[in-house]
């Protein structure tokens, strides 16, 4: 091993032309490089490369030091070979990018002058490459390739923090820091980490380090936010002793105040209501005093109230605009109401725009924004006040909105357009009241509209002239395609293809819409070119067909350039690419994993496979059958566990033991324990899918608080994980009746999963933050009803119950829900008592219909009971108008056949908003669809795409006579919308008659046209299903192979069972199992695997041809033109490449 080190030093300092001849230089060799070859000698091989670092930055690196270097190791009777100079590289890049433990052992023995070498290349220098002589050394990717490892960043994090201030300038150290802490995860920042922060700082680097921490303060944990508060006072405190300050009664001065910036917020009550009021104005009065107060996104009402009593002791007059434009986010908290004017109220308004961005209390300042409403509306008209009103006006309700005149909404678009938060019935009004204005719909008007652009009706859309529409799909709707409804979408298309030339139209269709665009529009286009499909989003039956089309003349290279393209790229084409060809586009891929389907992947590592199995990406190995992961053994195994933790294994893997033996290999590689917080750093995202035993028994107590913190970053977690993670929870903190608010902050949702009596404790503690955890609906830990109740009962009892004000007999002593009780509970209202919402207050109703109806889990009855407080509210059902509809929500699944019946259904926009309601019976969905026809006075015949496209799952409803009679043209423009609905096999086979009138017989069908029709693809015949190419069967929508029959999948061929690809084969129902015979089931364990039967017969054992080409960069073995540090990376270690993304 010592000679292979010793070997390795060798790249460093030559190449191979040098070794031919050797010339007796050594005694002329300069001391500072004989202590350097020496080194090298010794296996100091990392203190022999800084050395040499060192050398060349103050002497002239020759050809001659070349060769007194090798006469040097010639006297010494070192023997050199290629291939020890490859195994010597090996070992010490594994050594230091796999195991950064090694790499920090190796920073704290380093020499004061080595370990300021280090630091000054990793950090402070520029230079990206480095010549010796005809050598260049890489420092650019040396750097990348140390932060990019896992635990690099935490190495030096850790080593700079031991000894940087120690042996360099404090500045400096800062800006380490600084560099280190913004590419990391923020988990580095635990309080035994907070506690080393250098104590005496100079005042340069004190500041500079506290504006990191601020800059990075939405990333730390609370409770580091809290211990980061704590160091930082202590060193002011510090200050303001030592300054002996007898005349101030607070060490927070403005300046303090300043440094603090965001932290401020942890300063307790009683230290601020001493802050002397001479250093609040003089804070107050900074030029940027507002830039930091606009920042304190999680400062509590309290608080808030007492930096505002402190402003106003210290003589500034809180009603003047210019003192209100210097509050910040303190405005959300104004409470100086009383004999207010309107121009004040109005000033008010105008700065609360950003009180959106608080964290919490949102339903406190809706209410303060009511109140400042009423107050800016005094002796005043909402028309003429409208445009001053600041985003109140989303406070407005539909009542209001409709009172507006067309004249006043023109008059206050500008402020209109600026606002966020709206309503969809609250953006039909107003972009309705808008182009009554305008008279007719042009690109003009529609720019000046912003979001309310989506309020336009699909038929407005569908009436623009053909030019104006692609004006206003290039500019106002460039930001708000996604927005629109189904119809609106396809209303807009349309009328831009039947009246515009095709080129022209695809050319302005930009983003989300685009994906909307047919096959069939597709296929009548000739001119296509690569430039066409950029900056789009593609669904993937328009990628393979856009793929084939122009690969015939746009080489892979171009194309996969165009991430979306990368779609369409089918297996074959995968492994029709030569060595090349395919090396060079890997990358392309590998960085858009997240757009490739698990089949291509698969493809992918077959591909890799057949060019050189000994060099693929390691995280490659999990889609391949489960028998390859044997080979990761030894000083594979790093590398594999790195890899799959910058993957979504969700994704790649979808058979439940396949991700088990990966799971297993995982736990191998890593002993079967997590020791430290290395390894929490190698695992990256498996941790989210840790088996029971090892978060259980083999994650350390020193470990833990960071393994949870990753957890909370999962997207999903077994019942089993979470119980688990709620005993180590409780474990690492304790009883939650010892926790403290940063500890309630860090569990987040984990504090859904506690039983009820600890909820209860920790919501009568801190209730704001449990509301604030109860009201996120993602996460790895949805709110549980346990957690909602405790919010409901916290809320409901936290002040004065609100009686009904209805004082009918049955309302009278019934607790009513009140507007801001509504706005808190979001979700947690689906625990009112049915009396509760009968005598809900109909003002009440009317401002809280979207929150009410964007709740999930209100009971049938509930719902009913709501409707009917509709009824109540609006009047009759004929009388309701579109937006009324609308704003129900989930309430509207309420309304029975008949009540759906007497709605005006004339609008495709209605029906398109209640189409997207899930929770319709059959009756209703048909009384929808029957509705719709009814008053817009059509039949099925007459329906254009847009309306087929905004009726939804409603179509399932279908007949096959009214199947049967929709128009072709019409249907192929919406076949991929239609594709995706969940109908029964018998409409399934009315659009298959469909399908073909487009697509022509099943024979000629590609694998595209199966993308495009969906689940439509399950209407297929026996006849048609056994004669179909089995390389199809990858490109059947998953959807689509549950829906096929049972009588009809089992007619399938093994062979074509064994291509359906992981992801069809994950879909095979249980019930169609149970009909398949046991070679067909073999087949179906094949595909879940990853297998391919024309690749793998060659054995495991049998080696495949090495690639010479790299990822990154293409470089021979002994060229002195590259580099060759990178050329050891790329070529021995091609694992190494950069991991893919997802995002």
Same mark, same amino acid.
């Given at each position: 091993?010592?000679?292979?080190?010793?070997?390795?030093?060798?790249?460093?300092?030559?190449?191979?032309?040098?070794?031919?001849?050797?010339?007796?230089?050594?005694?002329?060799?300069?001391?500072?490089?004989?202590?350097?070859?020496?080194?090298?000698?010794?296996?100091?091989?990392?203190?022999?490369?800084?050395?040499?670092?060192?050398?060349?930055?103050?002497?002239?690196?020759?050809?001659?030091?070349?060769?007194?270097?090798?006469?040097?190791?010639?006297?010494?009777?070192?023997?050199?070979?290629?291939?020890?100079?490859? $195994?010597?590289?090996?070992?010490?890049?594994?050594?230091?990018?796999?195991?950064?433990?090694?790499?920090?052992?190796?920073?704290?023995?380093?020499?004061?002058?080595?370990?300021?070498?280090?630091?000054?290349?990793?950090?402070?220098?520029?230079?990206?490459?480095?010549?010796?002589?005809?050598?260049?050394?890489?420092?650019?990717?040396?750097?990348?390739?140390?932060?990019?490892?896992?635990?690099?960043?935490?190495?030096?994090?850790?080593?700079?923090?031991?000894?940087?201030?120690?042996?360099?300038?404090?500045?400096?150290?800062?800006?380490?820091?600084?560099?280190?802490?913004?590419?990391?995860?923020?988990?580095?920042?635990?309080?035994?980490?907070?506690?080393?922060?250098?104590?005496?700082?100079?005042?340069?680097?004190?500041?500079?380090?506290?504006?990191?921490?601020?800059?990075?303060?939405?990333?730390?944990?609370?409770?580091?936010?809290?211990?980061?508060?704590?160091?930082?006072?202590?060193?002011?405190?510090?200050?303001?002793?030592?300054?002996?300050?007898?005349?101030?009664?607070?060490?927070?001065?403005?300046?303090?105040?300043?440094?603090?910036?965001?932290?401020?917020?942890?300063?307790?009550?009683?230290?601020?209501?001493?802050?002397?009021?001479?250093?609040?104005?003089?804070?107050?009065?900074?030029?940027?005093?507002?830039?930091?107060?606009?920042?304190?996104?999680?400062?509590?009402?309290?608080?808030?109230?007492?930096?505002?009593?402190?402003?106003?002791?210290?003589?500034?007059?809180?009603?003047?605009?210019?003192?209100?434009?210097?509050?910040?986010?303190? $405005?959300?908290?104004?409470?100086?109401?009383?004999?207010?004017?309107?121009?004040?109220?109005?000033?008010?308004?105008?700065?609360?725009?950003?009180?959106?961005?608080?964290?919490?209390?949102?339903?406190?300042?809706?209410?303060?924004?009511?109140?400042?409403?009423?107050?800016?509306?005094?002796?005043?008209?909402?028309?003429?006040?409208?445009?001053?009103?600041?985003?109140?006006? $989303?406070?407005?309700?539909?009542?209001?909105?409709?009172?507006?005149?067309?004249?006043?909404?023109? @008059?206050?678009?500008?402020?209109?357009?600026? $606002?966020?938060?709206?309503?969809?019935? %609250?953006?039909?009004?107003?972009?309705?009241?808008?182009?009554?204005?305008?008279?007719?719909?042009?690109?003009?008007?529609?720019?000046?509209?912003?979001?309310?652009?989506?309020?336009?009706?699909?038929?407005?859309?569908?009436?623009?002239? /053909?030019?104006?529409?692609?004006?206003?799909?290039?500019?106002?709707?460039?930001?708000?395609?996604?927005?629109?409804?189904?119809?609106?979408?396809?209303?807009?298309?349309?009328?831009?293809?039947?009246?515009?030339?095709?080129?022209?139209? =695809?050319?302005?269709?930009?983003?989300?819409?685009?994906?909307?665009?047919?096959?069939?529009?597709?296929?009548?286009?000739?001119?296509?070119?690569?430039?066409?499909?950029?900056?789009?989003? @593609?669904?993937?039956?328009?990628?393979?067909?856009?793929?084939?089309?122009?690969?015939?003349?746009?080489?892979?290279?171009?194309?996969?350039?165009?991430?979306?393209?990368?779609?369409?790229?089918?297996?074959?084409?995968?492994?029709?690419?030569?060595?090349?060809?395919?090396?060079?586009?890997?990358?392309?891929?590998?960085?858009?994993?997240?757009?490739?389907?698990?089949?291509?992947?698969?493809?992918?590592?077959?591909?890799?496979?057949?060019?050189?199995?000994?060099?693929?990406?390691?995280?490659?190995?999990?889609?391949?059958?489960?028998?390859?992961?044997?080979?990761?053994?030894?000083?594979?195994?790093?590398?594999?566990?790195?890899?799959?933790?910058?993957?979504?294994?969700?994704?790649?893997?979808?058979?439940?033991?396949?991700?088990?033996?990966?799971?297993?290999?995982?736990?191998?590689?890593?002993?079967?324990?997590?020791?430290?917080?290395?390894?929490?750093?190698?695992?990256?995202?498996?941790?989210?899918?840790?088996?029971?035993?090892?978060?259980?028994?083999?994650?350390?107590?020193?470990?833990?608080?960071?393994?949870?913190?990753?957890?909370?970053?999962?997207? !999903?977690?077994?019942?089993?994980?979470?119980?688990?993670?709620?005993?180590?929870?409780?474990?690492?903190?304790?009883?939650?009746?010892?926790?403290?608010?940063?500890?309630?902050?860090?569990?987040?949702?984990?504090?859904?999963?506690?039983?009820?009596?600890?909820?209860?404790?920790?919501?009568?503690?801190?209730?704001?933050?449990?509301?604030?955890?109860?009201?996120?609906?993602?996460?790895?830990?949805?709110?549980?009803?346990?957690?909602?109740?405790?919010?409901?009962?916290?809320?409901?009892?936290?002040?004065?119950?609100?009686?009904?004000?209805?004082?009918?007999?049955?309302?009278?002593?019934?607790?009513?829900?009140?507007?801001?009780?509504?706005?808190?509970?979001?979700?947690?209202?689906?625990?009112? /008592?049915?009396?509760? @919402?009968?005598?809900?207050?109909?003002?009440?109703?009317?401002?809280?219909?979207?929150?009410?109806?964007?709740?999930?889990?209100?009971?049938?009855?509930? =719902?009913?009971? *709501?409707?009917?407080?509709?009824?109540?509210?609006?009047?009759?059902?004929?009388?309701?108008?579109?937006?009324?509809?609308?704003?129900?929500?989930?309430?509207?699944?309420?309304?029975?056949?008949?009540?759906?019946?007497?709605?005006?259904?004339?609008?495709?926009?209605?029906?398109?908003?209640?189409?997207?309601?899930?929770?319709?019976?059959?009756?209703?969905?048909?009384?929808?669809? !029957?509705?719709?026809?009814?008053?817009?006075?059509?039949?099925?015949?007459?329906?254009?795409?847009?309306?087929?496209?905004?009726?939804?799952?409603? *179509?399932?409803?279908?007949?096959?006579?009214?199947?049967?009679?929709?128009?072709?043209?019409?249907?192929?423009?919406?076949?991929?919308?239609?594709?995706?609905?969940?109908?029964?096999?018998?409409?399934?086979?009315?659009?298959?008659?469909?399908?073909?009138?487009?697509?022509?017989?099943?024979?000629?069908?590609?694998?595209?046209?199966?993308?495009?029709?969906?689940?439509?693809?399950?209407?297929?015949?026996?006849?048609?299903?056994?004669?179909?190419?089995?390389?199809?069967?990858?490109?059947?929508?998953?959807?689509?192979?549950?829906?096929? /029959?049972?009588?009809?999948?089992?007619?399938?061929?093994?062979?074509?069972?064994?291509?359906?690809?992981?992801?069809?084969?994950?879909?095979?129902?249980?019930?169609?199992?149970?009909?398949?015979?046991?070679?067909?089931?073999?087949?179906?364990?094949?595909?879940?695997?990853?297998?391919?039967?024309?690749? %793998?017969?060659?054995?495991?054992?049998?080696?495949?041809?090495?690639?010479?080409?790299?990822?990154? @960069?293409?470089?021979?073995?002994?060229?002195?033109?590259?580099?060759?540090?990178?050329?050891?990376?790329?070529?021995?270690?091609?694992?190494?490449?950069?991991?893919?993304?997802?995002?």
């Amino acid at each position: 091993m010592l000679q292979d080190l010793r070997i390795f030093f060798l790249l460093m300092l030559m190449n191979h032309a040098e070794m031919e001849s050797q010339q007796n230089f050594s005694q002329d060799l300069p001391p500072q490089l004989q202590k350097t070859v020496e080194e090298a000698i010794a296996g100091k091989y990392l203190n022999a490369l800084l050395d040499i670092l060192h050398f060349q930055s103050t002497s002239m690196w020759t050809t001659d030091t070349f060769n007194k270097i090798m006469a040097y190791f010639h006297a010494q009777n070192i023997v050199i070979t290629y291939s020890n100079l490859q $195994v010597s590289v090996k070992n010490y890049l594994e050594s230091l990018l796999y195991r950064p433990k090694v790499l920090l052992s190796e920073f704290q023995q380093m020499n004061p002058q080595h370990f300021q070498t280090a630091m000054k290349y990793l950090f402070e220098s520029k230079q990206d490459h480095l010549e010796l002589g005809n050598i260049l050394l890489d420092l650019a990717r040396i750097r990348e390739r140390v932060f990019q490892s896992p635990g690099g960043n935490r190495t030096l994090f850790l080593i700079t923090l031991e000894r940087c201030f120690l042996l360099l300038n404090s500045v400096k150290c800062v800006d380490i820091l600084s560099q280190v802490l913004r590419t990391s995860s923020m988990t580095y920042l635990q309080l035994h980490t907070i506690a080393s922060l250098p104590k005496d700082l100079q005042e340069d680097a004190f500041r500079n380090l506290s504006t990191v921490f601020k800059d990075l303060y939405d990333r730390i944990s609370a409770s580091a936010q809290k211990a980061l508060y704590d160091w930082m006072t202590r060193v002011l405190q510090k200050s303001y002793h030592a300054n002996d300050s007898e005349d101030s009664t607070s060490w927070v001065s403005a300046e303090n105040l300043w440094i603090l910036g965001r932290y401020m917020v942890h300063l307790p009550l009683e230290e601020i209501r001493k802050i002397n009021p001479s250093e609040m104005r003089l804070f107050i009065s900074y030029d940027n005093a507002t830039k930091q107060l606009d920042t304190v996104y999680d400062i509590t009402p309290e608080l808030a109230q007492a930096f505002l009593e402190r402003i106003n002791a210290s003589g500034f007059d809180m009603r003047n605009t210019s003192t209100l434009h210097r509050l910040g986010l303190l $405005v959300c908290f104004y409470d100086e109401l009383d004999q207010m004017d309107t121009s004040v109220a109005r000033a008010l308004l105008h700065q609360m725009i950003k009180c959106n961005q608080l964290i919490g209390f949102q339903a406190d300042v809706q209410k303060l924004k009511s109140h400042l409403l009423d107050v800016a509306l005094q002796n005043q008209t909402l028309n003429d006040t409208l445009g001053s009103l600041s985003d109140a006006v $989303v406070g407005l309700t539909t009542s209001q909105l409709e009172s507006l005149s067309p004249e006043a909404v023109h @008059l206050a678009i500008p402020t209109l357009n600026q $606002v966020s938060g709206w309503a969809k019935s %609250q953006i039909m009004i107003l972009s309705s009241k808008y182009l009554m204005y305008e008279k007719a719909l042009s690109f003009h008007n529609t720019s000046h509209m912003g979001a309310l652009a989506t309020g336009i009706s699909t038929a407005a859309f569908h009436s623009m002239p /053909p030019k104006e529409l692609s004006q206003v799909v290039r500019g106002a709707l460039a930001q708000h395609a996604a927005d629109l409804s189904p119809a609106q979408q396809h209303g807009i298309l349309r009328k831009m293809m039947v009246s515009t030339e095709l080129s022209s139209v =695809l050319a302005d269709i930009q983003g989300a819409l685009f994906k909307e665009v047919s096959l069939f529009d597709l296929w009548k286009e000739e001119g296509f070119n690569a430039s066409l499909v950029k900056e789009k989003e @593609l669904r993937q039956s328009q990628a393979l067909f856009l793929y084939e089309l122009l690969s015939k003349k746009t080489s892979p290279s171009d194309l996969l350039s165009i991430s979306q393209l990368m779609k369409g790229v089918t297996c074959r084409q995968i492994e029709s690419m030569s060595t090349v060809e395919f090396l060079n586009v890997f990358n392309a891929f590998e960085n858009n994993l997240h757009l490739l389907s698990p089949y291509q992947i698969n493809c992918l590592a077959w591909k890799f496979w057949t060019i050189s199995n000994t060099s693929m990406p390691p995280y490659l190995f999990s889609v391949l059958p489960a028998e390859y992961l044997e080979s990761i053994t030894g000083s594979l195994c790093l590398p594999f566990v790195i890899s799959m933790g910058k993957i979504d294994l969700d994704h790649l893997v979808l058979n439940v033991h396949k991700k088990n033996v990966i799971l297993q290999k995982v736990q191998e590689c890593l002993n079967g324990s997590v020791v430290d917080e290395y390894d929490i750093d190698l695992l990256g995202n498996l941790i989210c899918h840790l088996p029971l035993t090892l978060i259980c028994d083999g994650i350390s107590a020193d470990t833990l608080a960071t393994a949870l913190h990753q957890f909370r970053l999962c997207y !999903q977690l077994s019942s089993e994980q979470k119980m688990e993670i709620q005993r180590r929870l409780t474990e690492l903190h304790g009883s939650p009746k010892n926790w403290t608010a940063e500890t309630t902050q860090d569990s987040g949702p984990f504090v859904a999963l506690l039983p009820k009596a600890e909820l209860n404790l920790l919501v009568e503690k801190f209730p704001d933050i449990i509301l604030q955890i109860a009201s996120k609906r993602d996460g790895p830990v949805p709110p549980t009803e346990e957690l909602l109740m405790a919010q409901f009962e916290s809320i409901c009892n936290s002040s004065l119950l609100d009686r009904a004000s209805d004082l009918t007999p049955d309302c009278a002593e019934v607790v009513a829900p009140s507007t801001d009780k509504i706005i808190k509970l979001s979700e947690a209202n689906l625990f009112w /008592p049915l009396q509760g @919402l009968e005598c809900l207050d109909p003002g009440t109703f009317a401002k809280t219909v979207e929150l009410l109806g964007s709740v999930s889990g209100f009971s049938p009855s509930q =719902l009913t009971v *709501l409707k009917e407080k509709a009824k109540q509210v609006w009047g009759p059902l004929p009388i309701w108008k579109s937006h009324h509809i609308v704003s129900l929500g989930h309430i509207a699944t309420a309304l029975n056949e008949t009540e759906i019946r007497a709605l005006d259904l004339s609008s495709i926009d209605t029906v398109a908003v209640l189409s997207q309601q899930s929770g319709w019976s059959p009756a209703q969905a048909k009384s929808i669809l !029957q509705g719709f026809l009814e008053d817009s006075g059509q039949t099925t015949d007459t329906l254009k795409s847009f309306d087929l496209a905004g009726l939804g799952a409603n *179509l399932c409803t279908l007949n096959s006579t009214e199947a049967a009679s929709i128009n072709v043209i019409e249907f192929s423009v919406v076949v991929a919308r239609i594709g995706s609905l969940p109908c029964s096999i018998h409409i399934l086979k009315e659009f298959k008659k469909k399908a073909e009138s487009v697509f022509g017989s099943v024979a000629g069908w590609d694998s595209a046209i199966l993308q495009e029709i969906g689940t439509i693809a399950a209407a297929l015949n026996e006849e048609e299903l056994k004669t179909l190419d089995k390389e199809l069967m990858p490109y059947f929508q998953p959807a689509a192979i549950k829906s096929i /029959p049972n009588d009809i999948f089992k007619e399938l061929s093994p062979e074509q069972i064994a291509s359906l690809g992981p992801e069809n084969a994950a879909m095979v129902t249980e019930s169609q199992q149970q009909h398949l015979n046991e070679l067909q089931l073999q087949s179906l364990h094949l595909a879940l695997d990853g297998a391919r039967s024309n690749i %793998q017969d060659a054995p495991l054992s049998e080696s495949t041809t090495r690639a010479s080409y790299t990822f990154a @960069l293409s470089c021979a073995p002994f060229s002195c033109a590259l580099s060759l540090w990178s050329c050891a990376v790329f070529i021995l270690l091609p694992e190494l490449v950069a991991p893919p993304r997802f995002y």
